[in-house]
């Protein structure tokens, strides 16, 4: 069965500092990688995804992650965070072919301090 | 703006009563997810339709079913409802094209008495 493993419950940063969140899936075949973003009150927003291709993707607001097949991660980064990036991460798989759901990872929330 | 709707937003129940939750899906998208997120969990898979038929189900008891409408909304109902269904229900819309992301909503607030 498939899972998502995020290293971290709670990160709290500076604002300025480097951000990694990492993710681990377990799916033996094809995937498609997704990370989302929970502002406080909002709804989930999609970051970014991978579907093939080049493993560096970049999303919205200055995020990337990087598909590391061999490692079976998905880790998502920013070079320097704001405080307007506090909200809760999710990652999320979806086996390659399939037309639905996702698996979610439990979530890490980040708090970014002014 | 989601795009994606759902109603209510909170909606309290007590043990044992039945419940319906409601979608639209943003325009343009004819496919329709709905997905339980505990407390300090990330969402799980409850199932999804597609032309008014359920496609795929997650690992839920038959407790809960749906219903999509021609017009591509969608219904989800709980039956005899339990302490541990209390949770934002989330519903995700999104085109039938290989690999298209799901837009979510803003979730119904589930709790029970």
């Known amino acids: 069965a498939q899972s998502v493993s995020q290293h971290n419950h709670h990160v709290i940063l500076s604002e300025a500092a480097s951000l990694e969140l990492g993710c681990n899936y377990s799916?033996?075949?094809?995937?498609?990688l997704f990370w989302y973003v929970q502002y406080p009150g909002q709804h989930l927003q999609l970051l970014l995804k991978?579907?093939?291709?080049?493993?560096l993707v970049k999303g919205i607001k200055g995020f990337e992650a990087e598909f590391i097949k061999s490692k079976f991660s998905f880790n998502l980064r920013k070079p320097s965070v704001q405080w307007s990036d506090t909200a809760e991460y999710f990652c999320a798989v979806r086996g390659g072919g399939s037309q639905g759901n996702l698996i979610f990872g439990k979530g890490t929330k980040l708090s970014v301090k002014p | 703006d989601a795009g994606v709707t759902q109603s209510p937003t909170h909606l309290i129940k007590t043990r044992g009563q039945q419940v319906t939750l409601r979608c639209s899906p943003k325009s343009g998208h004819d496919t329709v997810s709905w997905y339980q997120q505990a407390l300090g969990q990330g969402p799980q898979f409850i199932f999804q339709?597609?032309?008014?038929?359920?496609?795929q189900r997650g690992n839920f008891p038959d407790r809960f079913s749906g219903h999509q409408f021609p017009n591509y909304s969608s219904e989800l109902n709980v039956n005899a409802l339990l302490l541990g269904d209390s949770a934002l229900y989330l519903c995700?819309?999104?085109?039938?094209?290989?690999?298209?992301?799901?837009?979510f909503g803003d979730g119904t607030r589930l709790s029970i008495l």
């Open positions: 339709y597609y032309e008014e038929e359920e496609r």
């Open positions: 799916y033996g075949g094809t995937v498609n």
């Open positions: 991978y579907f093939s291709g080049d493993p």
């Open positions: 995700a819309s999104s085109s039938r094209g290989w690999g298209q992301p799901q837009h």
